[in-house]
Each structure stands twice: as C-alpha cells, then as structure tokens.
C-alpha cells in the first residue's frame, strides 16, 4: 500500500482565511485593550463612554437616547447610567424636543466639546503609538484590504 | 494676509493609523456579528457557547471553571450558565480532582466531541465565504502584516 499523496499548499486557502480572522479578532481585542487601559489611566474614563462622548461630538443638534444605543449597539439602559454622569459633570445636557413630550435631545456642553477634543486627541497619539509596528506602506496595504472585507462585508448584510 | 499653507501629506501617518483601526474594528464586529447570526440560524447556538466548547475541545484533561473564563475573558457566572446547559445536553462533564474537594474539571463528552466538531467545520466554511473578497495574495499580505501588529502589541503588554 503507498502512502498517500498529500496535496501541497492545495486548498489551503480556507485555512489561511481562517488565521486571518483569528489574527483580525486578537488584534483588535488587543488594541481595545490597551485604549481602555489608557482611558482608565490617564482620564479616569472608560470606552463606552468615550463612545458616548464621540457620537455626541459628531451629531450638530444632538442625539435621543435610543439614537446613541442604536449607534454604539448597546441596550438603553447601559447609554442612560453615562449620560446621566455626563450631565452631572456639565459635560452633557438634556434638550426637549417642542414635538415630543416624551423624548429629548442629549447634547454636548462646550465644556464637553473640550473634554472630548483632549480625548480624541490622546486617543489618535495613542493608536499612533499603538501602530507604530506598521510603517506608511503597511497601513496602505492593509487600509485597501480592509477596504475591500468592509464593502464585501456590507453586500453580505444586505443580501 | 496670505492663507495658511497646506502641508501634503506629511504627517499623514497617524491619521492613517487612526483610520486602519477604525476599519479593523468594524470588520471584526461585522465577521463577529455574521458569525453569531450563522450559528443561531443554523445551530441555536451562540458565540460564548462556541467559544467555551472550543477552549474544552482544545484542552487534553479538561478545563476548571476559572480556566475557561480566564481563556475567554468573561466572568465566572456567564460561564457557569454555559457548562450547566452543555452538561444537561450530554457534551460536557464535571470531573472531580482528587486534590481538591472544592474543584472540578470540565470536559467534554464523546458526543460535545463531535458537535463541536461540526460547528467548527461550518464555522471555517463561513469565514472562508465571509472573507472570499480576499485572495490568496491578500489574505497573506494582511496575516504578514498582523502578524507584526500582534507581536508589537505583546510587547507592549509585557512593558
């Protein structure tokens, strides 16, 4: 009886892809990480809020609740216990909408604005240092490809 | 006045960075959420049951209870709900450890053998179709390079 042949390289591909995606999620647990750590660290502050805080940051007139929770895809309740601090701390407010009784508008304060322009600011230094393995042709490569998973990705949810 | 020069693209770099994790973050959250949609529609399964049926299948003796959390970072009390649930299944079992009365060890049974088997050859047929945007050249371009990223972040764990 010979031994059988084995394929070389053949049909590895499934494989390769799936190292990727193993590589993909302990990167990406890594780096989160390693912000969350530098959040505690260095502002006392956390990633959900720092989530919060940036979503704010980007809307013009304000989000409800239920917009911040849809965006960071987290349950209402965990979104009310950060913007409740914020308000305290005169980082956020609460606007009424003249159409809706029920609802309101959370909106950053100017002070808030500031907070959060330090944190974004830290934040990119951070990733900066974080990424620093990765020179100028590295992240080219590898911004395309992501591209490319991201689009792929998106057809697939809309399917 | 004449208006402020603009430099170009000197000092892009961080940005880049900054826009490299933005892109990996939403990929590994769309691949993540794809994937908890597969094994729900195909298995009623879940991510951590996944996860805990793949840290038990990769352990030779068995796992205690604060083995698997501490492999798959989650707490104690959401582990236990798993492993109760497979042990009523008949993949799992709690072994006790002749040293220590107050611990046991988790293994999984023939049949967990076999399920887990299954759901892990559905689940690199998934990533194989989630990632097929990705051609061979691209698929090693980016485990090279994560490769890299993933060696940096450990240093910086170990600073």
Same mark, same amino acid.
């Given at each position: ?6 394929k070389?390289?053949?049909?590895d ?6 190292r ?7 990167a ?5 990480d390693?912000?969350r750590r530098?959040l505690r ?7 959900p809020?720092?989530d919060?805080?940036s ?7 304000g ?6 929770s849809k965006l960071l ?17 005169g980082l956020?407010l ?9 609802a =309101? ?13 330090? =944190?974004a600011h830290? =934040?990119?230094?951070w ?13 080219d490569g590898m911004?395309l490809r992501?591209?490319q998973l991201?689009?792929a990705l998106?057809e697939? =949810?809309?399917d």
């Amino acid at each position: 009886m010979s031994t059988p042949s084995r394929k070389p390289d053949v049909d590895d591909l499934p494989k390769e892809r799936l190292r990727l995606w193993l590589k993909l999620l302990k990167a990406s647990r890594s780096i989160e990480d390693e912000v969350r750590r530098r959040l505690r660290n260095n502002y006392g502050s956390t990633l959900p809020r720092f989530d919060v805080l940036s979503a704010l940051d980007r809307s013009t007139d304000g989000l409800k609740m239920g917009e911040i929770s849809k965006l960071l895809r987290v349950t209402n309740g965990n979104i009310t216990g950060i913007v409740d601090k914020l308000t305290e701390e005169g980082l956020a407010l609460r606007v009424s909408i003249p159409d809706d009784r029920r609802a =309101h508008l959370v909106r950053l304060t100017q002070k808030g604005k500031e907070v959060f322009r330090n =944190h974004a600011h830290a =934040h990119e230094a951070w990733i900066n240092d974080i990424l620093s393995g990765l020179d100028e042709l590295d992240v080219d490569g590898m911004n395309l490809r992501l591209d490319q998973l991201n689009a792929a990705l998106e057809e697939l =949810h809309n399917d």
